[in-house]
């Protein structure tokens, strides 16, 4: 497993759309461990292969350190509740800030698993918004187009100054 570079916003490649995964060999494995690896040095519990400049449509999902990882190839929503909720979103592509996201409570989830079988899942909660979120990045909505242009505004001000205190 390597740590991979992560992309910093604003990376057009955090805007493109991902392509859909038709080979399920021995590189998608290898991805797939690469990118754990990378997401939990981050540290962060959700990443896409766009975060690290490869656009495929695998995601990453591990809620608590080290249990229970979750791989999905290319996954798609195939219903969403009409019950919304409101959750502290942010990015390994954007560290250091955050901000409430709306989205609906509950998903389902059509998508192949690492071997290419085709999987459906029900999700809530934080799972329910870490796949909406990382379905979002593959389709090349990056998490803060979905707020209102001003606090996009005023995140992207924070995250540019949090840029260069670091480096500076």
């Not at 990118?35 to 490869?54: D, F, Q, S």
């Not at 389902?108 to 990045?137: F, K, M, P």
């Not at 505004?153 to 205190?165: A, C, Y």
Request: net charge negative.
């Amino acid at each position: 497993m390597t740590i991979r570079t992560i992309l910093r916003f604003p990376h057009p490649a955090l805007r493109s759309r991902a392509e859909l995964i038709t080979e399920f060999g021995d590189d998608l494995q290898i991805l797939a461990q690469d990118l754990l690896a990378t997401m939990r040095a981050a540290p962060g519990i959700g990443i896409t292969a766009p975060h690290l400049g490869i656009l495929k449509c695998l995601v990453v999902i591990e809620l608590e350190p080290g249990k229970d990882a979750r791989f999905y190839v290319n996954p798609e929503i195939e219903w969403s509740s009409g019950e919304m909720t409101r959750h502290e979103e942010g990015s390994v592509s954007m560290p250091g800030v955050s901000e409430e996201i709306e989205r609906p409570c509950s998903v389902r989830v059509r998508y192949q698993d690492l071997s290419g079988a085709v999987q459906t899942e029900e999700a809530n909660g934080l799972l329910s918004i870490c796949l909406q979120h990382e379905i979002d990045q593959l389709d090349g909505l990056f998490w803060i187009y979905r707020l209102s242009k001003l606090k996009r505004d005023r995140l992207i001000k924070r995250f540019d100054k949090l840029q260069r205190m670091s480096n500076g």
